[in-house]
C-alpha cells in the first residue's frame, strides 16, 4: 500500500529519542494513510509507547520530524492537539471517576471549543452556543457507543469495559482526524473485544477517520488493520498488510525469539 503524499495523513520522519544513554527510538519512519487503520506493534520495550507520546506532545524527540496534513507538529503545544484533530486514548484509564459519562465525553468536546476564559466565566452568548452545541455532540457520541442510559452515573463506577467505551467516546467526542488507540484490548473480555474491532472498524468506514493503533492482542490488530508498522528495540523491523507481516521473519523473530520457519 504504497501512497502519494494527498494520501498520507501522518508522516513519521527519522524520529530518534534518547534518554539519558537509552535510544528508546531510533530514526523510525513511516506513513499513515488516510481513512485507513494503521497498526504498530512490537514486543514490550520496542518504542511504540514512546512513540505515541510524541504523537501527542508529551515527550520531545531529538532528531526527525512529525508532519500532519503536510505541517510540522513538532512546536505544536500540547493542548493544541485535539484542536489540529488528534485524539488519544491511554492504556491505562485517563478519565474523571467522579463526574458524570456526560461530562466525560464533553471533555473531548470542550477541547475543540474556541471561547476563552473570561467568556466562559461570563456565559456570554457565544459560550451557551458552544455549550449546547457540545451537549449535543455527547449526546450523538452516546447513543453511538451505546453510552446513554448512564449518561448521568459516575464514570468510575461503572464496569471497567463500559469505562474503556466511555474514555473512547471522550477521544471521538473531538472529533479527531487521527484517532490513536493505546492498547483499547486491555482488561476486555472475549466479546467485548470484538465489538471493540467493528468498532474500530466502524469508526474508519463510517466516519472516515484515521486510526493509529498500538495492541499486543495480534488477533484484533490482523483483523482491523489495513497497514502494519511493526518495531523492536526502538526501529521499525518491518512494514505492510498483516498478510505480509505476519509472514516476515523479522517479525517472527522478533515474537519468538528465534530463526523464522
Known amino acids: 500500500m504504497r501512497n502519494d503524499a494527498s494520501d498520507c495523513l501522518l508522516a513519521v520522519k527519522g524520529i530518534t ?27 514490550n520495550g520496542a518504542g511504540k509507547t514512546t512513540l505515541f507520546n510524541c504523537l501527542s506532545r508529551l515527550y520531545a524527540y531529538q532528531e526527525g520530524d512529525l508532519v500532519f496534513e503536510g505541517n510540522s507538529i513538532s512546536n505544536t503545544p500540547v493542548h493544541s492537539m485535539a484542536t ?19 461530562h466525560n465525553v464533553m471533555v473531548g468536546a470542550h477541547a475543540r471549543s474556541s471561547s476563552g476564559f473570561l467568556a466562559n466565566m461570563l456565559k456570554v452568548g457565544q459560550v451557551r452556543d458552544e455549550e449546547a452545541q457540545m451537549n449535543q455532540r455527547a449526546d450523538e457520541v452516546m447513543k453511538y457507543l451505546k453510552l446513554t442510559d448512564y449518561a448521568e452515573r ?13 474514555e473512547f467516546g471522550r477521544a471521538l467526542a473531538s472529533q479527531p482526524k487521527l484517532l490513536l488507540l493505546d492498547e483499547p484490548a486491555a482488561g476486555l473480555n472475549h466479546e467485548e473485544l470484538h465489538d ?16 493509529l493503533l498500538v495492541e499486543h492482542h495480534m488477533s484484533l490488530v490482523m483483523s482491523v488493520s489495513d497497514w502494519i508498522v511493526a518495531l523492536n528495540f526502538g526501529k521499525k523491523i518491518a512494514e505492510g498488510t498483516p498478510e505480509q507481516i505476519q509472514k516476515h521473519p523479522e517479525v517472527i523473530r522478533a515474537y519468538l525469539g528465534g530463526e523464522a520457519a
Open 17 to 43: 529519542v534518547r534518554f539519558g544513554g537509552i535510544v528508546a527510538l531510533d530514526g523510525v519512519s513511516f506513513d499513515v494513510p488516510r481513512n485507513k487503520v494503521c497498526g504498530l506493534i512490537g514486543p
Open 196 to 211: 471493540l474491532g467493528e468498532l474500530i472498524k466502524d469508526v474508519r468506514d463510517r466516519m472516515g477517520i484515521t486510526v
Open 154 to 166: 459516575p464514570a468510575g463506577e461503572l464496569p471497567f469495559g463500559i469505562q474503556k467505551r466511555v
Open 84 to 102: 489540529i484533530g488528534i485524539g488519544r486514548t491511554f492504556q491505562n484509564l485517563a478519565m474523571f471517576k467522579t463526574m458524570s459519562v456526560r
